[in-house]
């Protein structure tokens, strides 16, 4: 072959190849990264409705923002932790975003809390090019994403999904107890239709109607009425769908009218509040579950001296959430190490994809993304209140 007619391919090739639709790229911010210095932000409930969460969890992330420093930080940055309160009030989680990206010039939100108020806010981020790890909320929306959105890349999801644990729960306790008339009562709205969702797909799979199926709005105390119902309905298994206070409320109130029943809640119902709170009336409640929860008088090792030094810093016992807030900062740290001492914000993206597998101090199932799959794991326990503690009954459970 001639070398001008080898030339004149190469050229008629390279004149092809741009005429290719370009792959769409990412657009990653590497704002907030300096010599010493790696700013993250995240805004919680600190005085609203569940500031019963957001306060342990932003103290969880405090806790483990210290720890870091005090060992040196990563590759020699220091972690600055912006912490707002959305008041789980959407419209507040847009605000604070805004001046997270544009002010505090935040590298990445990690840890936010709240399905509506991370799904009204995450646009903001995305459009900035900031990622959006380990959001409290196991929604669908914070770890799905369309390969044809290059933005939605920036999402990724360690909290156990609603629909996924409740199939797995349920059909570990359907199983187990030979249940006939399963029904549920759910809060109606985004968190109590993704549990609603799962409840449906598992007695569909096992090829089981449901004897009874009720709602009540969120911030209800009074659920005489839908106890009263499923009752009547012969229900033998109930899923709560439903936070703290509800299966106390439920529960009182089915004593109360002599009605043997068991109990199942979905995963936000397996905190500590729940038997302090509720007492003998909530003996024997079953729930779905991520992560056994540690006691001081039984704990071991690293998880006993973690609970003393949260204890110490906050004045308080530290409970699930202030865990999930720790676990939140040091996931995102083991992602950071993992990206190197020339951090970006690409590099931290593909430490993320690598499928490198990070593994708590409380013997949570691993932690591990892929370049397709942005939600850590699925692995579902289900646990008992048994003398005021939970108990964990079967761990490992997946559907």
């Known amino acids: 072959m001639s070398k001008s007619f080898k030339a004149l391919g190469l050229a008629v090739?390279?004149?092809?190849?741009?005429?290719?639709?370009?792959?769409?790229?990412?657009?990653?911010?590497?704002?907030?990264?300096?010599?010493?210095?790696?700013?993250?932000?995240?805004?919680?409930?600190?005085?609203?409705?569940?500031?019963?969460?957001?306060?342990?969890?932003?103290?969880?992330?405090?806790?483990?923002?210290?720890?870091?420093?005090?060992?040196?930080?990563?590759?020699?940055?220091?972690?600055?932790?912006?912490?707002?309160?959305?008041?789980?009030?959407?419209k507040r989680a847009v605000l604070a975003s805004q001046k997270m990206v544009e002010r505090d010039?935040?590298?990445?939100?990690?840890?936010?809390?709240?399905?509506?108020?991370?799904?009204a806010s995450q646009d903001v981020l995305f459009d900035a090019g900031v990622m959006q790890l380990f959001p409290l909320t196991a929604a669908e929306f914070t770890y799905k994403f369309?390969?044809?959105?290059?933005?939605?890349?920036?999402?990724?999801s360690n909290i156990l999904p609603y629909v996924e644990s409740t199939r797995a729960g349920l059909k570990y306790m359907m199983e187990l107890k030979k249940f006939k008339n399963p029904c549920i009562m759910y809060q109606d709205d985004e968190y109590g239709k993704n549990v609603l969702d799962g409840f449906n797909q598992q007695l569909e799979a096992?090829?089981?109607k449901p004897a009874s199926i009720t709602s009540y709005k969120r911030g209800a105390s009074d659920f005489s009425a839908q106890v009263a119902k499923m009752?009547?309905?012969?229900?033998?298994?109930?899923?709560?769908?439903?936070?703290?206070?509800?299966?106390?409320?439920?529960?009182?109130?089915?004593?109360?009218?002599?009605?043997?029943?068991?109990?199942?809640?979905?995963?936000?119902v397996n905190v500590l509040e729940v038997p302090a709170l509720g007492k003998e009336a909530v003996e024997g409640l079953y729930s779905i579950s991520g992560f056994e929860i540690p006691y001081e008088d039984t704990a071991k090792g690293k998880v006993k001296e973690w609970l003393a030094n949260y204890k110490k810093m906050f004045g308080s016992a530290a409970n699930t959430q202030a865990i999930i807030g720790y676990n939140a900062v040091q996931t995102f740290a083991f992602y950071v190490n993992k990206a190197g001492k020339e951090?970006?914000?690409?590099?931290?993206?593909?430490?993320?994809?690598?499928?490198?597998?990070?593994?708590?101090?409380?013997?949570?199932?691993?932690?591990?993304?892929?370049?397709?799959?942005?939600?850590?794991?699925?692995i579902t326990q289900v646990q008992q209140i048994k003398n005021g503690r939970w108990v964990l009954v079967k761990d490992g459970l997946m559907f």
């Not at 004149?15 to 290719?20: D, E, R, S, V, Y």
């Not at 103290?59 to 020699?76: D, L, R, S, T």
């Not at 010039?105 to 799904?119: D, H, I, R, W, Y």
């Not at 369309?146 to 990724?156: I, S, T, V």
């Open 343 to 378: 951090l970006t914000g690409q590099k931290l993206l593909d430490a993320l994809e690598s499928g490198a597998e990070f593994r708590d101090i409380f013997n949570s199932p691993p932690t591990k993304f892929s370049k397709t799959n942005h939600l850590a794991n699925t």
């Open 206 to 208: 096992m090829k089981v």
């Open 13 to 90: 090739g390279a004149l092809a190849l741009t005429h290719l639709p370009a792959a769409a790229q990412t657009k990653i911010t590497n704002q907030g990264v300096s010599a010493d210095e790696i700013v993250i932000g995240t805004h919680q409930d600190l005085s609203g409705p569940i500031k019963f969460w957001g306060v342990p969890v932003s103290n969880g992330m405090k806790m483990a923002v210290e720890e870091i420093n005090a060992a040196g930080g990563i590759h020699g940055r220091k972690i600055k932790l912006v912490l707002e309160d959305s008041g789980y009030d959407p």
């Open 231 to 268: 009752k009547s309905d012969n229900c033998d298994m109930v899923l709560l769908g439903a936070v703290i206070r509800e299966p106390i409320g439920v529960m009182t109130e089915a004593k109360k009218l002599g009605w043997e029943v068991t109990f199942l809640g979905a995963t936000p």
């Open 105 to 119: 010039k935040v590298f990445a939100m990690v840890g936010p809390m709240g399905s509506p108020t991370v799904l």
């Open 146 to 156: 369309d390969p044809a959105k290059p933005q939605e890349r920036l999402k990724f």
